[in-house]
């Protein structure tokens, strides 16, 4: 089994900065693809950013040039760096792993718990 923990989340106020950490544990023999998505109250989970395992990366519009997705292959930890947050930001923010757990099995879908950012103007 897989399990990712995310970690980071909290308060911050228009302008500032928080950074995510989710960490993957358990069965893993490779992570393909990343990501972090985020959900408001009354709202579909949205697609933040992505990080591939040779580090190439996509980001929601609403966040270029803002959030920065990163990866640590070594420690299976993914990052989303976070500047300039607005208070739009505000949502619970999941972590995503496509986790392959022995090299012939197929990659499944992995999700942490959330963490919430709020974010005050």
């Known amino acids: 089994q897989v399990q990712l923990v995310e970690s980071g989340g909290g308060l911050a106020q228009a302008g500032g900065s928080l950074r995510l950490s989710c960490a993957a544990s358990?069965?893993?023999?490779?992570?393909?693809?990343m990501g972090w998505y985020c959900q408001a109250p009354g709202k579909q989970r949205e697609l933040v950013a992505v990080?591939?395992?040779?580090?190439?990366?996509n980001y929601a519009d609403s966040v270029k040039g803002r959030f920065t997705i990163s990866r640590d292959n070594a420690k299976n930890t993914v990052y989303l760096q976070m500047n300039n947050l607005k208070p739009e930001d505000t949502a619970v923010y999941y972590c995503?792993?496509?986790?392959?757990?022995?090299?012939?099995?197929?990659?499944?879908?992995?999700w942490g718990q959330g963490t919430q950012v709020t974010v005050s103007s």
């Open positions: 358990g069965t893993i023999f490779r992570i393909n693809v």
């Open positions: 995503n792993a496509a986790v392959v757990s022995d090299f012939r099995s197929e990659a499944y879908d992995y």
């Open positions: 990080i591939s395992s040779g580090g190439r990366t």
